[in-house]
């Protein structure tokens, strides 16, 4: 069973790379609240070695590379090759660059390269583990001794609006495959904390704490990007890009009338969402 879950993972996000891509640079700007207590949680300091788990398109591992200085470093990793090539591409190397991306597959591997690192983040990611204790496993094995995780995840029913973007468009846009439920690797897989600490426990850290949080993503008054915006990052994003341009206009209208809750005209939208913080260290005691 997980062989086919993390085939399945693997194909999904092969396929929505394209999404995430095109909204490389809006996802930093707006997606930035998803991460913030994490980042907040991680307490990072100059001259550490950061990993950054599902890294994605890199914003979040130059962002933690900013932080790091020369005499620190910051590596991403990614199980799609086509979001880590985005990444070297957004951030180029240069003499001195303390920042790095590698492709990998984190459920199948011992450690994560360039490993150990000093701490470990993670911005809505840990729930797409197909064996989350496998994955968090290596992510805690790719830590010195003593070394810390800070994460975010949803909470159930933490993104009202990422359903309402996918309703929107579905009419418009052909058949959407549906959001995952129960434990299935996808957006709410870690919504229950008592499995977050099961898991976390199980993959052998210390020291976990699942803290909620409520945060407010924020993105400017323009409907029709915003929109766009969601769509494509989310379930229906396949179908959307594979859809004729008017079936495509015809979905941001769709999942802009259902987001029109959460948008002042004028202002701009806020979108509430319900998260988990999620820290936890690695035992400190040699084989930790």
Request: hydrophobic share 45%; with cysteine.
């Amino acid at each position: 069973m997980t062989a086919a879950a993390r085939d399945r993972t693997s194909a999904y996000w092969s396929a929505a790379a394209a999404g995430w891509i095109r909204h490389a640079d809006r996802h930093d700007a707006w997606g930035r609240p998803l991460g913030a207590t994490a980042l907040a949680a991680l307490r990072p300091a100059p001259g550490e070695r950061f990993l950054d788990v599902g890294c994605a398109c890199g914003g979040t591992t130059a962002d933690l590379a900013s932080v790091a200085g020369p005499a620190g470093a910051a590596v991403g990793v990614d199980l799609v090759e086509a979001l880590i090539t985005e990444a070297n591409r957004r951030f180029p190397a240069a003499p001195g660059r303390n920042l790095s991306f590698h492709t990998a597959d984190v459920e199948r591997i011992e450690r994560v390269p360039q490993a150990p690192f000093d701490a470990a983040y993670s911005r809505m990611a840990l729930m797409m583990f197909a064996d989350p204790v496998a994955g968090c496993a290596a992510v805690r094995r790719s830590l010195r001794p003593g070394g810390r995780l800070a994460a975010t995840v949803f909470r159930g029913g933490g993104a009202p609006w990422l359903p309402a973007a996918m309703l929107g468009a579905a009419a418009d846009v052909g058949p959407v495959e549906p959001l995952p439920v129960g434990d299935e690797p996808g957006p709410f897989a870690f919504a229950d904390p008592r499995r977050v600490e099961r898991i976390l426990a199980a993959a052998g850290f210390t020291a976990i704490a699942v803290r909620p949080d409520d945060v407010v993503v924020g993105a400017p008054d323009d409907p029709e990007a915003v929109a766009d915006w969601l769509i494509d990052l989310g379930p229906a994003g396949v179908a959307y890009r594979a859809a004729p341009a008017g079936a495509r206009a015809a979905a941001r209208e769709g999942a802009a009338r259902l987001l029109e809750r959460y948008r002042t005209p004028g202002t701009g939208y806020r979108l509430p969402t319900a998260i988990w913080t999620i820290t936890a260290e690695r035992p400190a005691t040699p084989g930790g």
